[in-house]
């Protein structure tokens, strides 16, 4: 049984989604607010956290931040605010998802069993310079540190290093980690990821050492070694 954190400041949404969740078959837990979701993320250790942005004490930005410097766990987030600037800013900050509200629970039931579905194959582990990928596990190790990245961005990385030294456009990176529960698609998605990506691993656009921007054709992964 998969567990779930709901994170609202709304008691009337969380038993909503509480009713849903575990007639799907969900183990859920409450949460509401940034506090109280931080410290019930650590008890629990939940397979998926579906999180309201506007919370008290701790924002659900800052929240989706603090877990994603300790873990690669799904985030769906709710938020009000519909426009393409809002969920890019939500995707930089760690989201796996995004659903706007006012929102019907079997549409959130749905993103989240299509985000837990989304299972990556039993492949050997990637080796690039001082990277280790690990496809199954879902892990990345950089000089022995563990990297956390969302479940998308863990795709772009896969997609690039698969495809190194060869080049991606932002199309065949799209075809390659969206599926059909996906319905917020734009270019500039990839290059969040990308942008993401370079962050965690400390990688300077300006003078890459993983991933190389080509203008006018997309992304390619470094392969030289050291």
Known sequence: ????LIVDDEENIRRLLEIYFNKSGFE??????????????????????VLDLMLPFISGEEVAQKIRKKSSVPIIMLTAKAEEDDRIEGLEIG????????????????????VLRRAFPDEKTIKIKDLEIMPKEMKVVQNGKDIFFTLK????????AKKAPGIMSRDEIMDQIYDEYDDVVYDRTIDAYVKNIRKKLGDDPKSPKYIDSVYGAGYRMIKDEL
């Open 153 to 160: 961005e863990f795709k772009v990385l896969i997609a690039l």
């Open 1 to 4: 049984m998969k567990k779930v």
């Open 28 to 49: 859920t837990y409450l949460a509401k607010d940034g506090r109280d979701a931080l410290q019930k993320f650590d008890e629990i250790k939940p397979q998926l956290v």
């Open 95 to 114: 989201a796996d998802d995004y659903i706007v509200k006012p929102f019907s629970p079997r549409e959130v039931i749905a993103r989240a069993k299509a």
